[in-house]
């Protein structure tokens, strides 16, 4: 059994595929998310996305998510 199919979703995971020019992104999530979670979620995909701007050498959009 390979790694990927040990990750593949089941019904109590939701995933969604965004595709850029570079390459598609997967995030793939519980189907049922709390309030708390979804806070959470959101804070985490802030730092990705400051983290994705220092990477691709962007400090405008890093210093803009904050």
Known sequence: MSLVSKLKPDASTG???FTLDEGPVTISFPASLCSASLEDLKQYLDI???KACRLADD???AMAAE
């Open 59 to 61: 400090p405008v959009d």
């Open 15 to 17: 995933t969604e595929v």
């Open 48 to 50: 990705f996305y400051r």
